[in-house]
Every structure is written in C-alpha cells, then in structure tokens.
C-alpha cells in the first residue's frame, strides 16, 4: 500500500496522558498537513511540515499540541495533558508540493478517545 | 480567510436517484476547488477538482463545474448506487497549501 499511513487507526488515553500520532507520508511526497475532525464537523487545517521544517502551524493550539517531521522516519503530532475535549480524528494528508491545485492525499486518521 | 458552505445533510435518496449537493465558497485570488468522499471509518478520497473557472472535474460518474460567477461547485450523479453512500466534502484550496472544508454532508442511498 504506497498511500499515507497513519498509526494507530485507535487510540484511547486518560485524561493527563500524552498521545502520539503517527503518520507515514505517501512514496516520494515530502509535504505532511494535519487535520483536526471533531463529531459532525469538517476537517480544520492543524499544521503544515517539510522534512525537519514547521511551516505553518497557525491552526494548531498554542499549549500541549506539537508536531515534528524527521529527516528520517514519520511524522509525530503529540498531543500532552490530554482533555476530554482533544477527543476527535485527525488526519494526515500528504502531497508532492505545496501548490494550491496538487491535491492532498488523506490517511485513514487516527480516532483518538479521552476517558 | 477562505470559507466552505454546503448543503446540510442527511440525504437519502434511492438508488438510481439523481444527485445534486450544493456546495458555495468564499475565497481571494483564484483558488482550486475539490470534493472528497470519506466512506465509514476511512480517510478521505479526493473524488474531483477543478483548478480554474469553467473547468469540469469528473470521476466515477460524479461532475462538478467550477463556477466563478456564483462562487460555486455543486456535486452532481445522474444514477446514484447502495454503494455511493458516505460522507461528502466540498473543500477550497488557495494561494497557499491550507484546504478549507464544508462540514460534510452525509448521503445515504437505498436499494
């Protein structure tokens, strides 16, 4: 399977705990977004990574949430402190480039559930 | 910023039913528009896009035209199958990478 790779498919945390996303990008994309999916909702832009480059993380919270794309291996949306309210899916999407019309290609997400 | 609206769901229609979702957008410069499909505990599958006004994306008997004048891009299926059921996306792509999206309207299509 050469698309985007996300693991786990489930993840269920207590409240304080920390969550790690993982997220393989599709053979020979070098560009990682990751969405935040809340219930009934559409997917919000969270951040946007190159190889070892945040570019843009305007829609990701301030506190508890990073991310990081490696020279090697995937990249890591980390999630400390976790609240009921980070209950949600997120997706990673990947793409050769950043131009407006190459389309984004999603993984499967990541269901993650705060007890 | 950019902003996606579309139709509220749900939708059910029976199979062979034609298909219309509306979807609207607001957006600066001359963005690409798309429709994802998300079916039941997967991702999302881009099903179309349009990279310029007047274009017509296609695929698996879905169309979509990219109306610049009315700031709009509604999905459409002449004959809709059990097998279309799932959520939709209408999402706008700008002059930068971040994809802004409708909140989903979820079709259901009886036998």
């Known amino acids: 399977n050469a698309g985007v790779m996300q693991n786990p498919r489930h993840l269920v945390r207590r409240r304080g705990q920390e969550a790690r996303l993982r997220c393989s990008p599709m053979?020979?994309?070098?560009?990682v977004y990751w969405y935040r999916q809340l219930p009934e909702e559409g997917l919000k832009f969270m951040v946007y990574l190159q190889k070892e480059n945040i570019i843009d993380e305007s829609g990701m919270p301030k506190e508890r949430f990073s991310a990081e794309f490696p020279k090697e291996g995937p990249s890591i949306l980390r999630i400390q402190q976790v609240v009921r309210g980070d209950s949600a899916a997120y997706f990673c999407a990947s793409s050769r480039d950043s131009e407006s019309n190459q389309p984004q290609h999603f993984g499967d997400g990541t269901r993650l559930s705060i007890l | 910023g950019n902003s996606v609206t579309q139709m509220e769901g749900p939708v059910t229609l029976s199979e062979e039913a034609f298909l219309t979702i509306n979807c609207t957008y607001t957006a600066t410069g001359y963005p690409s528009l798309f429709w994802y499909v998300q079916y039941p505990g997967e991702g999302l599958q881009l099903l179309l896009k349009a990279t310029k006004a007047d274009d017509k994306g296609s695929n698996k008997g879905f169309e979509a035209t990219y109306r610049k004048e009315t700031t709009s891009f509604h999905l459409e299926k002449g004959s809709v199958q059990v097998s279309d059921s799932a959520v939709y996306f209408c999402?706008?792509?700008?002059?930068?990478?971040?994809?802004?999206f409708g909140k989903g309207t979820l079709l259901t299509v009886n036998p």
């Open positions: 999402a706008v792509g700008g002059s930068n990478y971040k994809l802004t």
């Open positions: 053979k020979g994309h070098s560009h």
